[in-house]
Each structure stands twice: as structure tokens, then as C-alpha cells.
């Protein structure tokens, strides 16, 4: 309950910065899409206040994973969309013709996907095999636009970058834009790959609460909208560091720290572990390849050892120098005027952008 409260605060603030542009633009353009896909994250989180601690499992789980599924991996990442979208438009690296195309594309597939797809979750209630096979393919196609989306804004960072090796000022969000591109590129992998490897019916039922599902859990929420967040904040905080305080280096090696630090995760640790889980689930026994008799023997050790340099990297090299810009940000941003920042900078950006 106070979580959604908190979530009502948020969109009134969005709703603040936002009334400009929602006065002077139409319901179908980005800046209402963007407003309604905020106004629906604690308009569907609230869902899950349904499901009552005497109600009957089938009807409790099926609320449930309207907020596990229908939030998550559905009005969160459509929100996603969006939001990549708009920062792609209003830096001048995707089309807004383009960008708008991949939204409405996105609506339609959630619509069809998100409400199908999340059956692929409810398979101990009962449902039919045809629901689970239903799901599990609707609920992988839902990645499709934002993927779309990112190889747009990554052929026109392409461009960018070799207009500006011959302009004298730099594109000052770059890495800003990178993180942007991570997450289309984690929402592939770790919501649609790692998603879609998990959902398939057979392997559903033999390797739910194993390291398969951690797997595609962590690959898709940090690198998704744990991206997301370091892409918004560096945007930010380019605007709120002075010019020559600015530091293209600590952006840059947490980029690169971030993202290779969880793929050493995925790839050296959880992927290996849940595969190793299935083989033996299904050899075996379920019950069996959840015991801690198995989870502490063979290699399983070894590997979750495996996982300390990746984890070192990710904090080390990854989160440190993204604390340092904030740490910058805040000492700052007091000194600095609000005058010399227009608040409708971000709305006429994408003008420009447009003229250019």
C-alpha cells in the first residue's frame, strides 16, 4: 500500500514537469504515452491488493501474477520503451516517426502478449497445456520493439560518432545513450532469451525456483531497468556537473564494468548452475535437485565461487564511479543557478534536434 502510494507521488510529480508539453501536444504523441505509462505503473501494481489472505489459490495466484508478469514484464517495460524512446528523440538519435511506430508496436504486442503471455506463470493452477505454450511464446515476443528500437538509435549513434570525428564540439550524452543501448540489448538476452528458455511448457515445470530462474530474473531486471536508472541519472547529472568537472572516463568504465561484470555472472555462474539444476531435476528428481544436499555437492560450489571476480568488477569498477558523478552532482548542483538550466530544455531539444 505504501509503495503505491509512493508511486502516485511519482506520476504527480512526472505530471508537474510534463504539463507544458501535455498542454500543447495531442493524446497520441510521446509526452501523453509517456504520462499514461506512468499513471498505469501504480494503477496495475494495486491489482495485487485483490488477492486476500482467505481467498483460494488459483484466484489468489492469478492476481498475483498480474503484478509478477502484467507490472513487470509488461506496463514496466512498455514504460521502458517509452522512456528510451523519448531520450532517443529528444538527443536527435532516432526519428520520433520511428520511435512513435515502436511504442504503438509495443502496445499492440503488450495488449495481445501481456495478458496471454501471463499464463505461462500459472502453471500449477490448472491451466491447459495450450495456455502454457500460448504464453510462453506471446510473453518472448514482447521484447521485439524495444530491440527494434535500439538498433535505430545505435546505426545513428554509428552516424554520430563519425559526423563528430569531424565537428570540434562532442555529443555530451554518449554514455548516456550507450546505457540506453545496453538495455535493449540485456531486454533481448535476459527478458527474451533467458525468458523464453524458462517458459517453454516441459522445461516450465522441471526447473521453476531453480538457478534458471535467477538466471533470467537478474539478467532482466538490472539489465534492463537497472540500465535504465544509470542512463537516466548520467543524463541528469550531465546537465547538473559543470563542463569541466564532467568525467567521460568514470562513465565510461562503469559502462563497461556494469555490463561485463553481470555477464560474468550470467554466463560463469547461473547459467551453468540452472543448466546443471535442469539435468539433474529431470534425471533425478525436482525435489531432489532443490535439496541442500545437492545445492552444496559436485561443481555447484566452484561455480558460485566463480561468480566473485564478475561481482568485484560490478562493484569495484561499475557502481563506485557512478556514486562519484552523483557525489558531483550534489556538490554542484546548489552552487549552480536555475536559471542556467530552461526547464523546458528536454521538450526543445527534440525541435532542434529535428531542424538540425
Given at each position: 500500500?505504501?509503495?503505491?502510494?509512493?508511486?502516485?507521488?511519482?506520476?504527480?510529480?512526472?505530471?508537474?514537469?510534463?504539463?507544458?508539453?501535455?498542454?500543447?501536444?495531442?493524446?497520441?504523441?510521446?509526452?501523453?504515452?509517456?504520462?499514461?505509462?506512468?499513471?498505469?505503473?501504480?494503477?496495475?501494481?494495486?491489482?495485487?491488493?485483490?488477492?486476500?489472505?482467505?481467498?483460494?489459490?488459483?484466484?489468489?495466484?492469478?492476481?498475483?501474477?498480474?503484478?509478477?508478469?502484467?507490472?513487470?514484464?509488461?506496463?514496466?517495460?512498455?514504460?521502458?520503451?517509452?522512456?528510451?524512446?523519448?531520450?532517443?528523440?529528444?538527443?536527435?538519435?532516432?526519428?520520433?516517426?520511428?520511435?512513435?511506430?515502436?511504442?504503438?508496436?509495443?502496445?499492440?504486442?503488450?495488449?495481445?502478449?501481456?495478458?496471454?503471455?501471463t499464463m505461462h506463470h500459472v502453471y500449477f493452477s490448472g491451466e491447459p497445456s495450450v495456455?502454457?505454450?500460448?504464453?510462453?511464446?506471446?510473453?518472448?515476443?514482447?521484447?521485439?520493439?524495444?530491440?527494434?528500437?535500439?538498433?535505430?538509435?545505435?546505426?545513428?549513434?554509428?552516424?554520430?560518432?563519425?559526423?563528430?570525428?569531424?565537428?570540434?564540439?562532442?555529443?555530451?550524452?554518449?554514455?548516456?545513450?550507450?546505457?540506453?543501448?545496453?538495455?535493449?540489448?540485456?531486454?533481448?538476452?535476459?527478458?527474451?532469451?533467458?525468458?523464453?528458455?524458462?517458459?517453454?511448457?516441459?522445461?516450465?515445470?522441471?526447473?521453476?525456483?531453480?538457478?534458471?530462474?535467477?538466471?533470467?530474473?537478474?539478467?532482466?531486471?538490472?539489465?534492463?531497468?537497472?540500465?535504465?536508472?544509470?542512463?537516466?541519472?548520467?543524463?541528469?547529472?550531465?546537465?547538473?556537473?559543470?563542463?569541466?568537472?564532467?568525467?567521460?572516463?568514470?562513465?565510461?568504465?562503469?559502462?563497461?564494468s556494469l555490463n561485463i561484470g553481470l555477464l560474468w555472472m550470467v554466463f560463469a555462474t547461473?547459467?551453468?548452475?540452472?543448466?546443471?539444476?535442469l539435468y539433474h531435476s529431470v534425471s533425478t528428481g525436482y525435489y531432489d535437485a532443490r535439496?541442500?544436499?545437492?545445492?552444496?555437492?559436485?561443481?555447484?560450489?566452484?561455480?558460485?565461487?566463480?561468480?566473485?571476480?564478475?561481482?568485484?568488477?560490478?562493484?569495484?569498477?561499475?557502481?563506485?564511479?557512478?556514486?562519484?558523478?552523483?557525489?558531483?552532482?550534489?556538490?554542484?548542483?546548489?552552487?549552480?543557478?536555475?536559471?542556467?538550466?530552461?526547464?523546458?530544455?528536454?521538450?526543445?531539444?527534440?525541435?532542434?534536434?529535428?531542424?538540425?
Amino acid at each position: 500500500m505504501l509503495l503505491t502510494i509512493g508511486l502516485v507521488f511519482w506520476v504527480i510529480i512526472l505530471f508537474r514537469g510534463l504539463r507544458g508539453s501535455l498542454h500543447n501536444d495531442s493524446l497520441g504523441n510521446m509526452p501523453w504515452l509517456f504520462f499514461f505509462a506512468a499513471l498505469s505503473i501504480p494503477a496495475f501494481y494495486g491489482v495485487g491488493l485483490l488477492a486476500q489472505t482467505d481467498s483460494n489459490f488459483t484466484s489468489t495466484d492469478f492476481w498475483r501474477f498480474w503484478v509478477v508478469h502484467l507490472w513487470v514484464e509488461d506496463f514496466l517495460e512498455l514504460f521502458t520503451t517509452i522512456m528510451v524512446a523519448y531520450v532517443f528523440v529528444l538527443l536527435g538519435v532516432v526519428h520520433e516517426r520511428i520511435a512513435l511506430a515502436m511504442i504503438y508496436l509495443d502496445i499492440v504486442l503488450y495488449s495481445a502478449g501481456g495478458v496471454i503471455g501471463t499464463m505461462h506463470h500459472v502453471y500449477f493452477s490448472g491451466e491447459p497445456s495450450v495456455h502454457m505454450a500460448l504464453g510462453a511464446f506471446f510473453s518472448a515476443a514482447e521484447v521485439i520493439p524495444l530491440t527494434f528500437l535500439t538498433l535505430e538509435a545505435w546505426s545513428f549513434l554509428q552516424l554520430g560518432a563519425r559526423q563528430g570525428a569531424r565537428s570540434v564540439s562532442q555529443f555530451p550524452h554518449f554514455w548516456s545513450v550507450m546505457f540506453l543501448a545496453s538495455v535493449g540489448f540485456w531486454n533481448f538476452l535476459g527478458a527474451g532469451i533467458f525468458g523464453f528458455l524458462i517458459n517453454l511448457p516441459i522445461v516450465s515445470y522441471y526447473e521453476i525456483g531453480t538457478a534458471l530462474t535467477p538466471n533470467h530474473g537478474h539478467a532482466a531486471m538490472m539489465g534492463v531497468y537497472g540500465m535504465l536508472a544509470v542512463a537516466l541519472a548520467l543524463f541528469c547529472l550531465r546537465y547538473m556537473i559543470p563542463e569541466d568537472r564532467w568525467s567521460d572516463g568514470a562513465a565510461k568504465i562503469s559502462f563497461w564494468s556494469l555490463n561485463i561484470g553481470l555477464l560474468w555472472m550470467v554466463f560463469a555462474t547461473l547459467l551453468p548452475l540452472g543448466i546443471l539444476q535442469l539435468y539433474h531435476s529431470v534425471s533425478t528428481g525436482y525435489y531432489d535437485a532443490r535439496t541442500l544436499q545437492y545445492l552444496t555437492g559436485g561443481l555447484n560450489p566452484v561455480l558460485e565461487w566463480l561468480r566473485l571476480p564478475g561481482d568485484v568488477l560490478f562493484i569495484v569498477g561499475g557502481v563506485l564511479p557512478i556514486v562519484y558523478l552523483c557525489g558531483l552532482g550534489v556538490r554542484y548542483v546548489s552552487t549552480r543557478r536555475a536559471a542556467e538550466v530552461s526547464p523546458q530544455l528536454l521538450f526543445t531539444e527534440a525541435e532542434e534536434a529535428r531542424v538540425r
